[in-house]
């Protein structure tokens, strides 16, 4: 059990669960949120889809409005975090006000990968992961005709569709030789290439920008590594994330490619503990240690942490899953299939409903599907419950999957 104030430093999906989870176990002390953004707490997912695409106002996108904070008393603490001083238990904040902790709670997510590029930080070159660059794109795209997406991970295609549904002429630039290939099966990347194509994007593969051009302060293309120039009037960059980790390491604690927790999400100070994208946790179920960027992994972080801090002490073993919405086309992900050696596909890509399962020799790693929402559900009770099932039963249509769920 903890004692004394949880103090939890960020206010995304993470920061907000622990908050919420911790009152529901019935957790009596102080709770403050420590948020560095002028909003409440609000849902990412949306950002580079539904919301960019649609005219409601930031409020459809908070998770609860202010009165529950009121009621539930959570204290929403406008504010960012210059250090902590482990030893007596407390922090500062940038404004000189400094609060105890019993418990802190580092949920401070992650911050864009910058483009290091000539003419990089011009007006017209845009990111994409909170909800002022959200709103800053929403403003700008009705006077906008030509957009260069550099990255085509999930956020880059996601924002492709949007934009090309809303009418702007749309190029992609990838390094890798297929879209999201740090993340998906090549069949899933060809079904998407193709798909986006058909919609009238452009996706380049296998170059990447090497400068921005621009008259004044006016984005006019981007030039590539293979010669060409494209014109634009917008650049939008979407190149992976940085995990904010130096808070952290300025206090002491270890660091890697994230904050280190256990699998308890504690880090090396019994004091402090790390969730959500900044994390880099020790996984029984996977072995090793991983860092997820994903809302599932935040929130089940958060009730798992919550939980030790109100007595139920258990080692966190979420299972992964993960969805991106391109078009009209929804791609949703189950389990972890990195290290996979066959591919099973379920449906087919003509039909633009199918999935792949992914196998390391006879063991299901994960599934990936379009369109098929029967079969991600399936993978994710399938492999909560720690089962499998053949590749041959994966790729037989009559095979009933509910029956291994029995």
Known sequence: MSNGPVIIVGAGHGGYQVAASLRQAGFSERICLINDEAHLPYQRPPLSKAYIKGSAGPESLMFRPEKFYQDQKIELIAGRVVSIDRAGHEMLLASGETLAYGHLVLATGARNRLLDLPNANLPDVKYLRILDESEALRAIMPSKTRVVVIGAGFIGLEFAATARIKGLEVDVLELAPRVMARAVTAEVS??????????????????????????????????????????????????????????????????????????????????????????????????????????????????????????????????????????????????????????????????????????????????????????????????????SITPAQAADESFDLKSALA
Request: charged share 25%; glycine share 12%; with cysteine.
């Open 190 to 387: 060809e079904y998407f290439q193709k798909r986006h194509r058909e919609a009238g994007i452009r996706i380049h593969l296998g170059v990447q920008a090497t400068s921005i051009e621009a008259e004044g302060d006016k984005v006019t293309g981007v030039s590539l590594s293979d010669g060409r120039h494209l014109p634009a009037d917008l650049v939008v960059v979407g190149v992976g994330v940085l995990p904010n980790i130096e808070l952290a390491a300025e206090a002491g604690l270890p660091v890697a490619a994230g904050i280190i927790v256990d699998e308890y999400l504690a880090t090396a100070d019994p004091d402090i503990s790390a969730i959500g994208d900044c994390a880099l946790f020790a996984s029984p179920r996977f072995g090793g240690s991983l860092r997820l960027e994903s809302v599932q992994n935040a929130t089940d972080h958060a009730r798992c942490l919550a939980a030790r801090l109100t007595g139920d002490r258990k080692p966190y073993d979420g299972h992964p899953w993960f969805w991106s919405d391109q078009g009209d086309d929804k791609l949703q992900i189950s389990g972890l299939t990195t290290g996979y050696d066959r591919v099973v596909l379920r449906g087919s890509a003509a039909s633009k409903a199918f999935s792949a399962f992914c196998y390391r020799g006879e063991t299901l790693l994960g599934i990936e599907s379009i369109n098929r929402a029967g079969d991600h559900m399936f993978g994710r009770r399938l492999q909560g419950m720690n089962r």
